[in-house]
């Protein structure tokens, strides 16, 4: 995926709030990028705007594979998206809620035995959201969105809501999904310990643009955070986004 020149404004209280100043981004197709910057400063603008829901000022977004993978009607990569929250459907089942939205002819018991087992939710098919754990709910939209076949995952700070320890499983449960499945991930975070953790690639977003990018493709899963190399690269991301301040 490769954005260029990317603009985003709004109106806030009759002024111009400009959010992403020409930003330019690369991410991925078999990689985790993580994307690292405080709490307003235009992360999930980025994400609501490759995702279609919202609509750039200026830019261009194109997205390209080097593999044959099956396309929208509109010939468009597909795009799968995770909020901060599971946003399932209550009154329907975890498997109902898997497949809600997916194309009839894709509904088949192999296909969703497969993604059961992949997201840890085998012998939960029945039940409905409200019997289910926050991680276990998170789990069920990751299948989802796993179901939809995309070609790019985007992932809004999944996790935020969680409590340390499921929050950690989660991050796991990722990794193991994405050494699985191997997709191109856009995951979006506060935390600078998460992107450590989950990244194959960290970009610090800062008034509106990339600010500095980290490459992590070489470091193995799972990593020690507290190695020398880990505490090295956690300062100098901390030195990054503390000069914003």
Not at 78 to 84: D, R, S
Not at 153 to 177: K, N
Not at 225 to 239: A, D, F, T, V
């Amino acid at each position: 995926m490769r954005i260029r020149g990317l603009r985003k404004s709004y109106q806030v209280s009759g002024r111009c709030l400009e959010v992403l100043k020409g930003l330019d981004l690369d991410v991925a197709e078999e990689g985790i990028t993580v994307v690292l910057g405080r709490s307003g400063c235009g992360k999930t603008t980025l994400l609501r705007l490759i995702a279609g829901l919202e609509t750039a000022d200026s830019g261009e977004k194109i997205t390209f594979s080097s593999k044959e993978r099956e396309k929208e009607d509109n010939g468009k990569e597909k795009i799968g998206v995770i909020f901060q929250e599971p946003r399932l459907m209550p009154w329907l089942t975890v498997e109902k809620n898997i497949l809600f939205g997916v194309k009839r002819k894709q509904q088949d018991r192999k296909k969703l035995s497969g993604l059961l087992e992949l997201t840890g939710l085998t012998g939960f098919e029945k039940a409905r959201p409200s019997q289910l754990s926050g991680g276990m709910q998170q789990r069920v939209a990751l299948a989802r969105a796993l179901a939809y076949e995309p070609d790019f995952l985007l992932m809004d700070e999944p996790f935020a809501a969680l409590d340390y320890f499921t929050r950690g499983q989660m991050q796991q449960e990722l990794l193991r999904i994405f050494q699985t499945e191997k997709k191109g991930i856009l995951f979006v975070t506060h935390s600078i310990e998460e992107a450590l953790t989950v990244g194959t690639r960290i970009v610090i977003l800062e008034n509106g643009i990339c600010k500095k990018s980290y490459d992590l493709g070489s470091l193995p899963f799972p990593r020690d955070l507290m190695s020398g190399e880990m505490l090295k690269i956690k300062r100098e991301l901390i030195e990054q986004i503390e000069e914003e301040r």
